[in-house]
């Protein structure tokens, strides 16, 4: 049996990222619940999703069989403290934050145990998303095995180990940041060098598809890949470029990691 209904605490970006996703998938729900404080994200996310029940009342919506907790971690546990008691046992909650542990979750509903993490990434609006999941161990394998199917048409779920959700967090969902910038400005000096739009873009979309299979799956050692190409434009500036990383993202990690 398929999700009947789901909600979302929180009406923010990442809402819009799932309700998309889920229209491109031409998947439907028999209610969409959506709660927030702020009328204004309510009423923009009511005209792109006409169909989902928007609300500012907290208690309207903790009764789908599952609830995304799409809020951020500085006030996720004042928010779990207001639900406690009123949760149906059978719903799912799922935390789409950083930081707050299951174990941090289920002492604010006073010992509610049916809670997973999610670390969801920007390409779900693509249905090409990477979004990592966690259960807490005593969820039944039919309630994993129903959000996973649920989730199947938005991308890749993994289930992975709690301890692992930050590391997705900065590799897997912050990942597109450090590409996004790069990519524009490759497609705009491809314009510039003479190709149209469409043809930029498909080529940078095929250049990077090989490059990461060439870098995983062909066997060779990254010095080996790495001499393939004989001309390196960039080369002077990649032990730049590596100690922003080492910097930036381990900054970043330790400020978000439990």
């Known amino acids: 049996m398929g999700t009947k209904s789901v909600s979302f605490i929180g009406g923010g970006r990442i809402t ?9 998938s031409q998947m439907t729900f028999d209610k969409v619940f959506v709660f927030d404080t702020n009328s204004d994200a309510l009423n923009l996310l009511k005209l792109k999703f006409p169909y989902i029940i928007s609300t500012d009342v907290l208690s309207e919506v903790v009764h789908s069989e599952i609830v995304f907790m799409a809020i ?34 289920a002492t604010a509903l006073d010992g509610f145990s049916n809670i997973a993490r999610m670390n969801p990434s920007a390409s779900t609006i693509v249905n090409k998303g990477v979004n990592p999941v966690a259960f807490d161990s005593k969820v039944s394998a039919v309630t994993k095995l129903r959000f996973l199917k649920m989730m199947q048409p938005l991308g890749l779920t993994p289930e992975v180990a709690e301890s ?56 060779l050692t990254y010095d080996e890949v790495a001499n393939l190409v004989p001309v390196k434009p960039m080369g002077e500036v990649e032990e730049t470029i590596k100690g922003f990383y080492d910097q930036y993202l381990t900054g970043i990690f330790n400020k978000i990691k439990p």
Do not use: C
Request: aromatic content about 10%; cysteine-free.
């Open 164 to 219: 692992k959700i930050e590391a997705y967090a900065v590799i897997s969902a912050m990942g597109h940041t450090y590409f996004f910038f790069q990519l524009q400005k490759l497609k705009d000096l491809a314009v510039r060098f003479g190709m149209d739009e469409m043809e930029a873009q498909a080529v940078i979309t095929d250049m990077l598809w090989g490059t990461t299979e060439t870098l995983f799956k062909s066997g």
């Open 16 to 24: 819009n990222i799932f309700l998309q996703a889920f229209e491109n």
């Open 72 to 105: 951020h971690p500085p006030v996720m546990l004042e928010t779990l403290s207001k639900i406690k008691g009123v949760l149906n046992k059978e719903t799912l909650l799922v935390s789409l934050a950083p930081k707050i542990t299951m174990e941090k979750m």
